[in-house]
T-cell receptor, first 113, second 115 residues
Protein backbone atom coordinates (compact mmCIF):
# COMPACT_ATOMS: atom_id res chain seq x y z
CA UNK A 1 0.00 0.00 0.00
CA UNK A 2 1.33 3.45 -0.91
CA UNK A 3 1.67 6.00 1.88
CA UNK A 4 -0.53 8.50 0.05
CA UNK A 5 -3.23 7.59 -2.45
CA UNK A 6 -5.14 9.90 -4.75
CA UNK A 7 -7.53 9.29 -7.61
CA UNK A 8 -5.61 10.42 -10.74
CA UNK A 9 -8.75 11.36 -12.64
CA UNK A 10 -9.01 13.01 -15.07
CA UNK A 11 -11.87 14.99 -13.63
CA UNK A 12 -13.90 17.23 -15.92
CA UNK A 13 -16.51 19.66 -14.58
CA UNK A 14 -18.51 22.61 -15.98
CA UNK A 15 -17.57 26.12 -14.94
CA UNK A 16 -19.21 27.09 -11.65
CA UNK A 17 -19.34 23.54 -10.27
CA UNK A 18 -18.12 22.54 -6.84
CA UNK A 19 -15.09 20.29 -7.08
CA UNK A 20 -14.04 17.78 -4.46
CA UNK A 21 -10.52 16.33 -4.50
CA UNK A 22 -9.47 13.69 -2.01
CA UNK A 23 -6.50 11.78 -0.66
CA UNK A 24 -6.10 8.95 1.79
CA UNK A 25 -2.97 8.11 3.73
CA UNK A 26 -1.63 5.38 5.96
CA UNK A 27 0.95 7.09 8.19
CA UNK A 28 -0.72 8.34 11.37
CA UNK A 29 2.37 10.47 12.15
CA UNK A 30 1.53 12.97 9.41
CA UNK A 31 0.77 16.40 10.89
CA UNK A 32 1.09 18.78 7.96
CA UNK A 33 -1.28 18.41 5.04
CA UNK A 34 -0.70 20.43 1.90
CA UNK A 35 -2.29 20.93 -1.48
CA UNK A 36 -0.18 21.88 -4.47
CA UNK A 37 -1.44 23.04 -7.84
CA UNK A 38 0.56 22.27 -10.95
CA UNK A 39 -0.22 23.87 -14.27
CA UNK A 40 0.89 22.13 -17.44
CA UNK A 41 4.66 22.30 -17.92
CA UNK A 42 5.18 24.19 -14.66
CA UNK A 43 6.46 23.29 -11.21
CA UNK A 44 4.05 22.54 -8.35
CA UNK A 45 3.09 25.55 -6.28
CA UNK A 46 1.62 25.52 -2.79
CA UNK A 47 -2.10 26.27 -2.75
CA UNK A 48 -2.77 25.88 0.97
CA UNK A 49 -1.84 23.82 3.98
CA UNK A 50 -3.39 22.62 7.22
CA UNK A 51 -1.74 21.59 10.44
CA UNK A 52 -3.33 18.63 12.24
CA UNK A 53 -7.09 18.24 11.91
CA UNK A 54 -9.81 20.65 10.94
CA UNK A 55 -10.80 22.95 8.12
CA UNK A 56 -9.12 25.89 6.49
CA UNK A 57 -10.70 28.27 4.03
CA UNK A 58 -9.00 30.58 1.55
CA UNK A 59 -11.31 32.29 -0.89
CA UNK A 60 -12.96 29.66 -3.08
CA UNK A 61 -10.78 26.89 -1.63
CA UNK A 62 -11.43 24.83 1.51
CA UNK A 63 -9.12 22.17 2.87
CA UNK A 64 -10.39 19.54 5.29
CA UNK A 65 -8.48 16.99 7.32
CA UNK A 66 -10.00 14.01 9.08
CA UNK A 67 -7.16 12.30 10.92
CA UNK A 68 -9.41 9.63 12.41
CA UNK A 69 -10.22 8.42 8.89
CA UNK A 70 -6.80 9.36 7.44
CA UNK A 71 -8.61 11.31 4.75
CA UNK A 72 -8.11 14.83 3.41
CA UNK A 73 -10.13 16.86 0.95
CA UNK A 74 -9.85 20.02 -1.10
CA UNK A 75 -13.07 21.73 -2.18
CA UNK A 76 -13.17 24.34 -4.92
CA UNK A 77 -16.31 26.47 -5.08
CA UNK A 78 -17.47 28.26 -8.22
CA UNK A 79 -14.76 26.54 -10.26
CA UNK A 80 -13.17 28.55 -13.06
CA UNK A 81 -11.37 27.50 -16.24
CA UNK A 82 -8.21 28.92 -14.65
CA UNK A 83 -8.50 26.17 -12.00
CA UNK A 84 -7.70 23.59 -14.69
CA UNK A 85 -4.51 21.96 -13.44
CA UNK A 86 -3.20 18.92 -11.62
CA UNK A 87 -3.71 19.00 -7.86
CA UNK A 88 -1.28 17.11 -5.65
CA UNK A 89 -1.83 16.41 -2.00
CA UNK A 90 1.29 16.24 0.16
CA UNK A 91 1.95 15.31 3.77
CA UNK A 92 4.71 15.41 6.32
CA UNK A 93 5.25 14.36 9.90
CA UNK A 94 7.87 17.12 10.33
CA UNK A 95 8.95 15.88 13.73
CA UNK A 96 12.59 16.25 12.75
CA UNK A 97 14.44 18.07 10.00
CA UNK A 98 14.86 14.67 8.35
CA UNK A 99 11.17 14.06 7.73
CA UNK A 100 10.25 14.09 4.08
CA UNK A 101 7.19 15.44 2.31
CA UNK A 102 5.28 12.63 0.64
CA UNK A 103 3.27 13.55 -2.43
CA UNK A 104 0.20 11.91 -3.87
CA UNK A 105 0.20 11.14 -7.60
CA UNK A 106 -2.08 14.09 -8.39
CA UNK A 107 -5.58 14.53 -9.81
CA UNK A 108 -5.95 16.18 -13.20
CA UNK A 109 -8.84 18.67 -13.27
CA UNK A 110 -10.41 20.35 -16.28
CA UNK A 111 -13.01 23.08 -15.83
CA UNK A 112 -15.01 23.50 -19.02
CA UNK A 113 -16.33 27.01 -19.84
CA UNK B 1 12.90 37.91 -5.41
CA UNK B 2 14.07 35.16 -7.76
CA UNK B 3 12.62 31.72 -7.22
CA UNK B 4 14.40 28.41 -7.65
CA UNK B 5 16.36 28.48 -10.89
CA UNK B 6 16.95 25.36 -12.94
CA UNK B 7 18.93 24.83 -16.11
CA UNK B 8 18.60 23.70 -18.76
CA UNK B 9 14.82 23.84 -19.13
CA UNK B 10 14.87 21.19 -21.83
CA UNK B 11 17.48 18.55 -22.60
CA UNK B 12 17.43 16.02 -25.40
CA UNK B 13 20.25 13.54 -25.45
CA UNK B 14 21.13 10.11 -26.74
CA UNK B 15 21.34 6.98 -24.68
CA UNK B 16 24.73 6.60 -23.07
CA UNK B 17 25.49 10.29 -22.83
CA UNK B 18 26.15 12.13 -19.59
CA UNK B 19 23.49 14.59 -18.46
CA UNK B 20 23.99 17.32 -15.86
CA UNK B 21 21.07 19.23 -14.41
CA UNK B 22 21.66 22.39 -12.40
CA UNK B 23 19.80 24.15 -9.63
CA UNK B 24 20.15 27.42 -7.76
CA UNK B 25 17.98 27.47 -4.63
CA UNK B 26 16.26 30.53 -3.21
CA UNK B 27 18.70 32.70 -1.29
CA UNK B 28 18.56 31.91 2.42
CA UNK B 29 17.11 28.44 1.92
CA UNK B 30 19.31 25.74 3.43
CA UNK B 31 17.45 22.61 2.41
CA UNK B 32 17.40 21.44 -1.22
CA UNK B 33 15.48 18.63 -2.87
CA UNK B 34 15.70 16.85 -6.21
CA UNK B 35 12.49 15.24 -7.52
CA UNK B 36 11.59 13.30 -10.64
CA UNK B 37 8.08 13.35 -12.11
CA UNK B 38 6.62 10.87 -14.59
CA UNK B 39 3.08 9.94 -15.52
CA UNK B 40 3.57 6.43 -14.24
CA UNK B 41 5.26 7.15 -10.91
CA UNK B 42 4.21 10.70 -10.08
CA UNK B 43 6.53 12.97 -8.11
CA UNK B 44 9.38 11.02 -6.51
CA UNK B 45 12.00 12.40 -4.14
CA UNK B 46 15.45 11.42 -5.33
CA UNK B 47 17.73 13.06 -2.77
CA UNK B 48 17.80 15.99 -0.40
CA UNK B 49 20.44 18.11 1.27
CA UNK B 50 20.41 20.01 4.56
CA UNK B 51 23.10 22.70 4.84
CA UNK B 52 24.81 21.27 1.72
CA UNK B 53 25.06 17.78 3.26
CA UNK B 54 23.23 14.87 1.58
CA UNK B 55 20.75 13.51 4.11
CA UNK B 56 18.76 10.88 2.26
CA UNK B 57 19.57 9.49 -1.17
CA UNK B 58 17.39 6.41 -0.90
CA UNK B 59 15.29 7.63 -3.81
CA UNK B 60 18.19 7.69 -6.25
CA UNK B 61 17.26 4.89 -8.63
CA UNK B 62 20.72 3.60 -9.52
CA UNK B 63 24.41 4.30 -9.26
CA UNK B 64 24.11 6.07 -12.59
CA UNK B 65 22.58 8.96 -10.66
CA UNK B 66 24.67 11.26 -8.49
CA UNK B 67 24.06 14.64 -6.88
CA UNK B 68 26.30 17.25 -5.35
CA UNK B 69 25.88 20.50 -3.51
CA UNK B 70 29.28 22.19 -3.35
CA UNK B 71 27.89 25.37 -1.78
CA UNK B 72 24.65 26.87 -0.51
CA UNK B 73 23.71 28.36 -3.86
CA UNK B 74 24.32 25.53 -6.31
CA UNK B 75 23.50 21.87 -6.81
CA UNK B 76 23.84 19.41 -9.66
CA UNK B 77 22.16 16.13 -10.53
CA UNK B 78 24.17 13.98 -12.92
CA UNK B 79 23.09 10.91 -14.87
CA UNK B 80 25.89 8.87 -16.42
CA UNK B 81 25.22 6.98 -18.62
CA UNK B 82 21.70 8.09 -19.44
CA UNK B 83 18.99 5.62 -20.54
CA UNK B 84 15.60 6.15 -22.25
CA UNK B 85 13.80 5.25 -18.99
CA UNK B 86 15.40 8.31 -17.37
CA UNK B 87 13.16 10.51 -19.52
CA UNK B 88 11.12 12.60 -17.09
CA UNK B 89 10.75 16.09 -15.67
CA UNK B 90 13.29 16.77 -12.93
CA UNK B 91 12.41 19.37 -10.31
CA UNK B 92 14.58 21.08 -7.79
CA UNK B 93 12.96 22.56 -4.67
CA UNK B 94 14.24 24.46 -1.65
CA UNK B 95 13.08 25.61 1.76
CA UNK B 96 14.35 26.98 5.05
CA UNK B 97 15.04 24.22 7.56
CA UNK B 98 13.63 26.42 10.31
CA UNK B 99 10.40 26.87 8.39
CA UNK B 100 7.60 24.41 7.83
CA UNK B 101 7.28 21.75 5.11
CA UNK B 102 4.79 24.04 3.39
CA UNK B 103 7.63 26.44 2.62
CA UNK B 104 9.07 24.16 -0.05
CA UNK B 105 9.25 26.04 -3.35
CA UNK B 106 9.74 24.29 -6.65
CA UNK B 107 11.70 25.36 -9.69
CA UNK B 108 10.25 25.23 -13.22
CA UNK B 109 11.80 21.84 -13.91
CA UNK B 110 14.08 20.34 -16.55
CA UNK B 111 12.34 18.21 -19.15
CA UNK B 112 14.77 15.42 -20.06
CA UNK B 113 14.34 13.23 -23.11
CA UNK B 114 16.79 10.38 -23.65
CA UNK B 115 16.57 8.88 -27.13
Amino acid sequence: QKEVEQDPGPLSVPEGAIVSLNCTYSNSAFQYFMWYRQYSRKGPELLMYTYSSGNKEDGRFTAQVDKSSKYISLFIRDSQPSDSATYLCAMSAEKTSYDKVIFGPGTSLSVIP
Amino acid sequence: DAGVIQSPRHEVTEMGQEVTLRCKPISGHNSLFWYRQTMMRGLELLIYFNNNVPIDDSGMPEDRFSAKMPNASFSTLKIQPSEPRDSAVYFCASRRLAGGPYEQFFGPGTRLTVL
